[in-house]
């Protein structure tokens, strides 16, 4: 595999606490209470035509996983909006991704860490599909993830939080290793739940299938795509799904900002065909957040 441009070393400006700063100069000391401790809440948002898809509503949650996580994100909704949009702009953007980062600073190393600042980084760049897209259109093939979504007693499931990612990354690389572009979590009662870092759909018989989701994000690339289905017509039904129940569906897709709509073809030794709903649904949001795009075709 070719080195990919460590994101440490590249041109253009970052956001960081109040300031545009040089890419290279956005720094941190090793010791961030967030680097130790996973005290960090984050962000993913897709500009399509220099236009940021949903960006108050992701701006909320950065704030709202911030809670979850005991700390305050000190700047409004609107201001957060602003820095996104002012990040993009700064770096001559218009089709990327935005990785907003809350975090506790260096002020207390500890379990601890009330006295520690909360800082704010806004960063962007250029990003095209998450799976390739001749990839997508076949339709991407899962493998069962080993660790599961755990219970909202264990941990902030509802927050974007870093260190929630732990086990993602884990499984995402178990996938990779074996040939698989993702793999498949349950939650902690065994319930099918959502993938490394996408929602999960399916179908039967016309009918849309998706986890309620009571123990890990509730996208909100998943809420979009649920009221364009409804605007279809679809019915969908939010429920517990069983993995048993994985070989009575006859197609599959993943939602999420990065992922977009991205049909799945294989989850273990259960196979779907990308079809009707599929391809609708992956049309209707492409055009939903590629207005610009879409107008000068
Ligand atoms: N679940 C996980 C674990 C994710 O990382 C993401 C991506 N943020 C999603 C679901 C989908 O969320 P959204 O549609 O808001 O991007």
Redesign the pocket.
């Given at each position: 595999m070719p080195e990919p441009t460590p994101f440490h070393d590249r041109d253009g400006f970052i956001w960081l606490d109040g300031e545009l700063v040089p890419w290279r100069d956005a720094k941190i000391h090793v010791l961030t209470h967030a680097l130790h401790y996973g005290s960090a809440v984050f962000?993913?948002?897709r500009a399509y035509a220099g236009e940021i898809f949903?960006l108050s509503?992701?701006s909320q949650?950065l704030i709202d996983s911030a809670k979850g996580l005991d700390f305050e994100v000190p700047y409004t909704v609107e201001q957060i909006d602003k820095i996104c949009r002012d990040v993009v702009a700064a770096n001559n953007l218009s089709d990327c991704y935005i990785r907003p980062l809350a975090w506790r600073g260096s002020e207390q190393i500890g379990v601890s860490a009330q006295a520690t600042k909360i800082h704010l980084s806004v960063a962007a760049w250029e990003w095209g599909s998450y799976f390739p897209m001749e990839q997508r259109l076949k339709g991407i093939r899962l493998t069962m993830a080993k660790y599961r979504r755990p219970d909202p007693a264990t941990a902030p499931s509802k927050s974007?939080a870093a260190g929630?990612?732990m086990i993602?990354t884990i499984e995402k690389h178990r996938a990779e290793r074996a040939g698989y572009a993702d793999a498949l979590m349950l939650d902690w009662r065994g319930r099918v739940a959502?993938?490394?870092?996408?929602?999960i759909f399916f179908v039967k018989d016309g009918v849309i299938h998706t986890p309620d989701p009571d123990c890990?994000?509730?996208?909100?690339?998943?809420?979009?795509v649920i009221d364009l289905a409804k605007k279809r017509g679809y019915e969908v039904i939010q429920r517990a799904i069983m993995p048993e129940e994985l070989s009575d569906f006859s197609e599959a897709f993943l939602?999420?900002?990065?992922?977009e709509v991205t049909p799945i073809s294989e989850i273990g030794e259960h196979r779907f065909k990308p079809a009707e709903i599929c391809e609708t649904l992956l049309n209707d949001y492409m055009a939903l957040v590629q207005p610009a795009r879409k107008a000068a075709e």
């Amino acid at each position: 595999m070719p080195e990919p441009t460590p994101f440490h070393d590249r041109d253009g400006f970052i956001w960081l606490d109040g300031e545009l700063v040089p890419w290279r100069d956005a720094k941190i000391h090793v010791l961030t209470h967030a680097l130790h401790y996973g005290s960090a809440v984050f962000e993913g948002e897709r500009a399509y035509a220099g236009e940021i898809f949903k960006l108050s509503e992701h701006s909320q949650r950065l704030i709202d996983s911030a809670k979850g996580l005991d700390f305050e994100v000190p700047y409004t909704v609107e201001q957060i909006d602003k820095i996104c949009r002012d990040v993009v702009a700064a770096n001559n953007l218009s089709d990327c991704y935005i990785r907003p980062l809350a975090w506790r600073g260096s002020e207390q190393i500890g379990v601890s860490a009330q006295a520690t600042k909360i800082h704010l980084s806004v960063a962007a760049w250029e990003w095209g599909s998450y799976f390739p897209m001749e990839q997508r259109l076949k339709g991407i093939r899962l493998t069962m993830a080993k660790y599961r979504r755990p219970d909202p007693a264990t941990a902030p499931s509802k927050s974007k939080a870093a260190g929630l990612y732990m086990i993602c990354t884990i499984e995402k690389h178990r996938a990779e290793r074996a040939g698989y572009a993702d793999a498949l979590m349950l939650d902690w009662r065994g319930r099918v739940a959502e993938c490394t870092g996408a929602n999960i759909f399916f179908v039967k018989d016309g009918v849309i299938h998706t986890p309620d989701p009571d123990c890990f994000l509730d996208g909100i690339t998943r809420r979009t795509v649920i009221d364009l289905a409804k605007k279809r017509g679809y019915e969908v039904i939010q429920r517990a799904i069983m993995p048993e129940e994985l070989s009575d569906f006859s197609e599959a897709f993943l939602t999420g900002t990065a992922a977009e709509v991205t049909p799945i073809s294989e989850i273990g030794e259960h196979r779907f065909k990308p079809a009707e709903i599929c391809e609708t649904l992956l049309n209707d949001y492409m055009a939903l957040v590629q207005p610009a795009r879409k107008a000068a075709e």
